[in-house]
C-alpha cells in the first residue's frame, strides 16, 4: 500500500514539474506565435488595449560582424568605470553672467530656422565662410609621411570584409565589376563608407580634411535601414546599438530636452540630461577648430515603432514601450537614471529625434587605451578635486607619464578649450589607440553634456589652461583666426549645423555663447603670456610648414 502511495506522489510531481515547464515555454514562445501585429499602433484610439505590442513577433536573428566596438564611451572599455553613479561634486568657480534674451518660443510645426537667417545676414558676398575657412594656410597643414606605424590599419593585411560571407545580397547587388581587383576580391574604395571611415584613421586624425568619405557616413547614418536595435549597457542615461543594412554601427542618443531648455540650476553636472543636439554640435565644433577628434555624426529622426520597436530582439527594451494618454508611442528602456514611466521618451506620435554617432573599429581589432583625466572632477556633492585646492597642481601632472614628454599635455589643452567652448563639465577620462602609444591625439567622445546653459560660462572648465598656461601654435592661431568678424566662430557653427537633418541644432543665445567663451580663452591666454613669455607659452608645432609660416605671418600682420 504505501508503495503504491509513494508512486503516485512521484508521479504527481513529475507532472507538475513537467506542467511548469511547458508553461515556461509557451510564456517565451508566445511573440513568435504571435506574428499578426499590425506596424504603427499610433492610429488606434485611447480606448483600444495596448496588448497588441505582444503581437509583433522578434525579428529574426541578425547575423552581427565583428568590426565595430559595441561601445563609443570610456565606461565600456575594461580599463573604464562609471563614475556618474557616485553622488557627486565640489563646488564650482562661479563667474557673473550677463541675461540673453530669452529664445523665441518654437512650435511643433513651424520652427524658426535661427541658423539659416544668421548664415544668409552675415554671409560674405564671395561664397561661405567654411569655405573660405577652409582654404585658409592654416587649414591646408599637411602630415607627415605616413608610415604603417602611423596608421591604425593596413588595408593588404588588416581589413577584410566580404559581405558574401555574411550573407548581405543587398549590398552584394551594388557591387560594380570594375570594384574587383585582379584577384577577384574587393577593392578598398568599394567598401562600405563606416570601413573607409576606419581604414583612413592615423596617428594624427580620425579624418582627413575634406574626406568625401565622411559626408558619405553622414548621409548613410541618416538613410540607411536600421535592420537591429539593442540598449547599450553599462551608461547612466539610456543609449541605443542601432545596426544597419551595410552592417555599419553607431550610438543613438534620444531627444530629452527642447533647443531653448537650459540645464536647472540646482542640477549638479554627474546628473545632467545628455543632449542629442550637444552631440551633433560637438562634432561640427570639433572640425570647425581643426582638431577632427569627434567621430561622425548626424541627427535622424527615427520611427519608434518601426525603426526601433518592430526591429529589437532586446526584450528588456521592447517591454518598455507603452501608448500615452496623449496617444503618443512611448519607451524608457533601462538605464542609471531617467529610465522610468515618468521620464519616458515619448514620439509625435511615433517620431523622435536623435544623434547617431558611428562607431569606432572594434576593440579586438583596434586597442583603445582609457585614461583618467588629470582635472577630472570630485563626482561628489561636497569634495573638492586636488585641482581646485592646489594652484600649482599643473606643476605635479607636469612631471607624470604620459604629460612629462610628448604632445599630451598640450593635446588636454585643446580638449579644455573644446570643452569649455561647449560648456561641457563630464570628462572625466578620454581615451587613445594603444597602437599609436603616447604620441598620439586624444578621443573626443561623449559630448552629450554639452550645450547646456548659453547664459552661464562654467571657467573652471579652464582651470588646467589657467594653471598650465600651455598650448600649441597652431592652435593659438586658429583661436585668433576664429575671433576675427570674417571668420567668426558663430557664424561658421550655424551655416555648419544648419547642413543637418535636424537643423536648427543650436539656437541663437548657444551661437552667440561661442563668441563669447571664445574671448575668454584667448584672454586667458593673453595674460598667460605677459606673465610668462610667448615662447614658454605658445609651443611650437608648425616648424617647416610654409602654409602655416605665411599664415603666422598674415595673421601678425592683421
Not at 126 to 152: I, V
Request: one cysteine or more; hydrophobic letters at 35%.
Amino acid at each position: 500500500m504505501k508503495m503504491i502511495i509513494l508512486r503516485k506522489f512521484r508521479v504527481l510531481i513529475l507532472m507538475v514539474f513537467l506542467i511548469a515547464c511547458s508553461m515556461h515555454i509557451m510564456i517565451d514562445l508566445l511573440p513568435k506565435l504571435e506574428r499578426h501585429g499590425s506596424g504603427c499602433s499610433c492610429s488606434h484610439t485611447p480606448s483600444e488595449e495596448p496588448q497588441s505590442w505582444g503581437k509583433q513577433g522578434w525579428p529574426n536573428k541578425h547575423t552581427l560582424r565583428i568590426l565595430q566596438d559595441f561601445s563609443n564611451e570610456p565606461s565600456s572599455n575594461v580599463s573604464s568605470h562609471s563614475l556618474e553613479r557616485v553622488p557627486a561634486a565640489g563646488d564650482r568657480a562661479q563667474a557673473q553672467l550677463r541675461r540673453l534674451e530669452p529664445p523665441v518660443q518654437r512650435g511643433d510645426r513651424k520652427r524658426q530656422f535661427i541658423q539659416d537667417a544668421a548664415v544668409t545676414k552675415n554671409a560674405p558676398v564671395k561664397g561661405s565662410r567654411l569655405s573660405a575657412l577652409f582654404d585658409h594656410p592654416l587649414y591646408k597643414r599637411s602630415l607627415p609621411q605616413l608610415t604603417d606605424e602611423d596608421t591604425l590599419f593596413n588595408v593588404n593585411t588588416d581589413i577584410r570584409f566580404d559581405p558574401k560571407a555574411a550573407e548581405d545580397q543587398a549590398w552584394n547587388g551594388e557591387r560594380k565589376v570594375n570594384e574587383l581587383n585582379p584577384a577577384g576580391e574587393l577593392t578598398a574604395d568599394s567598401y562600405p563608407n563606416w570601413l573607409r571611415f576606419h581604414i583612413g584613421i592615423n596617428r594624427y586624425e580620425l579624418y582627413s580634411r575634406h574626406n568625401p568619405v565622411i559626408d558619405a557616413l553622414l548621409k548613410d547614418l541618416v538613410i540607411q535601414r536600421i535592420t537591429s536595435v539593442a540598449m547599450k549597457s553599462g551608461g547612466t542615461q539610456l543609449k541605443l546599438i542601432m545596426t544597419f543594412q551595410n552592417y555599419g554601427q553607431a550610438l543613438f542618443k534620444p531627444m530629452k530636452q527642447t533647443r531653448e531648455q537650459q540645464t536647472p540650476p540646482d542640477f549638479f553636472y554627474f546628473s545632467d540630461f545628455e543632449r542629442h543636439n550637444s552631440e551633433i554640435a560637438a562634432f561640427h565644433l570639433d572640425k570647425i577648430l581643426d582638431f577632427r577628434r569627434v567621430p561622425p555624426v548626424a541627427g535622424r529622426l527615427v520611427n519608434m515603432t518601426k525603426e526601433i520597436r518592430d526591429v529589437t530582439r532586446d526584450k528588456k527594451l521592447w517591454k518598455t514601450f507603452f501608448i500615452s494618454p496623449a496617444n503618443n508611442v512611448c519607451f524608457y528602456g533601462e538605464c542609471s537614471y531617467y529610465c522610468s514611466t515618468e521620464h519616458a521618451l515619448c514620439g509625435k506620435p511615433d517620431q523622435i529625434e536623435g544623434s547617431l554617432a558611428a562607431f569606432l573599429p572594434d576593440l579586438a581589432l583596434a586597442k583603445r587605451k582609457t585614461w583618467r583625466n588629470p582635472w577630472r572632477r570630485s563626482y561628489h556633492k561636497r569634495k573638492k578635486a586636488e585641482w581646485e585646492v592646489d594652484p600649482d597642481y599643473c606643476e605635479e601632472v607636469k612631471q607624470t607619464p604620459p604629460y612629462d614628454s610628448g604632445t599630451r599635455l598640450l593635446d588636454i589643452m585643446d580638449t579644455t578649450i573644446f570643452d569649455f567652448l561647449m560648456g561641457n563639465m563630464d570628462r572625466h577620462h578620454y581615451e587613445t589607440f594603444e597602437k599609436f602609444g603616447n604620441e598620439t591625439f586624444i578621443i573626443h567622445m561623449d559630448n552629450g553634456r554639452g550645450f547646456g546653459k548659453h547664459s552661464h560660462d562654467e571657467l573652471s572648465i579652464l582651470v588646467p589652461l589657467v594653471q598650465c598656461c600651455r598650448i600649441k601654435k597652431s592652435t593659438h592661431l586658429r583661436l585668433q583666426l576664429l575671433a576675427k568678424e570674417e571668420y567668426k566662430l558663430s557664424m561658421l557653427m550655424a551655416e555648419s549645423l544648419v547642413r543637418d537633418r535636424l537643423a536648427p541644432i543650436l539656437i541663437q543665445p548657444h551661437l552667440d555663447a561661442l563668441d563669447r567663451r571664445l574671448r575668454q580663452v584667448l584672454n586667458v591666454l593673453s595674460e598667460c603670456i605677459e606673465k610668462e613669455g610667448y615662447s614658454s607659452v605658445v609651443e611650437d608645432d608648425l616648424q617647416g610648414n610654409r602654409a602655416t609660416d605665411q599664415a603666422h605671418n598674415a595673421a601678425g600682420r592683421r
